[in-house]
């Protein structure tokens, strides 16, 4: 007879019980860990517009109740011993990422972010839905590792898959968290994907934590024009000082590619959409110099792809591609950013605020009001 899977420690989390109900912190059960699973003390955890998505029931993958979460950061207490585990120690601080297979021809490739598998094991869980290694103090089952972590808990089950270690003190934790996410994708879409070339110009549409990371990689590569567009002026001014050669009020012109021309009258080379609205990405289109690229970030309604600007861009040669995870390997990449963090190139600590995870719903406000670009829950 099969054993019963050993449920014996008990934490908080931070739980959402059908689609569109609030996160509610309640106490759960932790299963026991596996071999390719470590026990992480979650000291913070970003949150991202995919957890909001999640949560309002938009995504249909994956079940309820659920414990979400993708940006953790902490300390390893307990550690598996499975191969994915042979670098990492007890007391090691780990930022987690999203996980992939490792066995499709893009993971097999190093673009772990274009693994054919990555909807499946990180909306359902890398253990699945039927497995997973959450529960209610009743025993009903709660959906975990969400993207390999699950990390609004204060203590959680990570796959190995998902670590990166980072040699650093504990309170960096603070604002590299989200660098698992967000950062991460906004930075490698350009490093990347667009590998934008010297001289050459790119326009960023929204300001969020994507978009203002991929105008630092922009900076970083020594883009000539970097023109950053949103409507908030706040977001604009921030832009401004990370190195935003133009920055543009979208408000005051009829459409995007208006405002663009006005500064760049040839049109733009790259142009990197955080927004995922269908207007902006086929007016947006038009916009692109001859041989111009667009990457479409954020996800985007399908209406958008439907209606794009396909003679343009046959005439034009100009390129559209979607982009997941920025296309990288998180345990290369963040180590890279990292670096440029470390050296004064990629300054992620002026984009985030922290609340205890009892002020979610302070957080989330913030969120969404703009006020802050990327809070991050502390516990
Ligand atoms: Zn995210
Ligand atoms: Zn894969």
New binding site residues.
């Given amino acids: 007879m099969e054993s019963l899977p050993e449920r014996n420690i008990p934490t908080k989390a931070l739980l959402v019980e059908k689609p569109g109900e609030p996160f509610v912190l309640q106490d759960i059960v932790l299963d026991e860990i596996r071999p390719n699973e470590l026990l992480v003390e979650i000291k913070y955890a970003g949150i991202c517009h995919t957890d909001l998505v999640v949560q309002e029931g938009k995504m249909p993958l994956g079940s309820y109740p659920a414990v979400l979460g993708h940006e953790g950061a902490g300390i390893i207490r307990k550690l598996g011993e499975g191969p994915g585990t042979s670098d990492l120690k007890i007391g090691d601080r780990v930022l987690l990422s999203y996980c ?9 490739e190093g673009r ?1 972010g ?5 909807a499946m ?1 990180n909306f359902a869980g890398t253990r699945g839905n039927e497995d997973s290694a959450i529960s209610l103090p009743n025993g009903e089952r709660v959906r975990g590792n969400f993207f390999g972590q699950s990390s609004f808990s204060k203590l959680a089950v990570v796959d190995s898959r998902s670590v990166v270690k980072y040699p650093g003190p504990v309170e960096d934790l603070s604002f590299l968290a989200p660098l698992g996410c967000g950062y991460m994708t906004g930075a490698a879409t350009v490093l990347n994907v667009l590998k934008p070339k010297p001289r050459s110009s790119v326009a960023i549409f929204g300001l969020g934590a994507v978009g203002l990371c991929a105008l630092m990689a922009a900076k970083y590569e020594e883009v000539r024009e970097i023109v950053a567009i949103d409507i908030l002026e706040s977001r604009l001014q921030l832009a401004a000082s990370l190195g935003a050669t133009k920055t543009i009020d979208s408000r005051q012109y009829e459409t995007v590619e208006a405002a663009i021309r006005d500064v760049l009258p040839q049109g733009v080379d790259y142009i990197v959409d955080t927004t995922g609205l269908a207007y902006v990405i086929n007016n947006g289109i038009k916009a692109l110099a001859h041989g111009g690229t667009f990457a479409i970030v954020g996800t985007p309604r399908p209406e958008a792809l439907l209606e794009i600007q396909a003679l343009d861009m046959l005439i034009h040669c100009k390129t559209l591609i979607g982009v997941t995870g920025g296309y990288c390997d998180p345990q290369k990449f963040i180590p890279r950013l990292i670096e440029m963090f470390q050296s004064g190139s990629f300054p992620v600590n002026k984009l985030h605020r922290t609340y205890p995870s009892s002020q979610l719903e302070e957080a989330l406000q913030d969120m969404k009001s703009g006020k802050v670009v990327k809070p991050v829950l502390a516990w």
């Fill in positions: 992939s297979c490792l066995n499709c021809v893009a993971c097999q772990k274009a693994c054919e598998n990555i094991i």
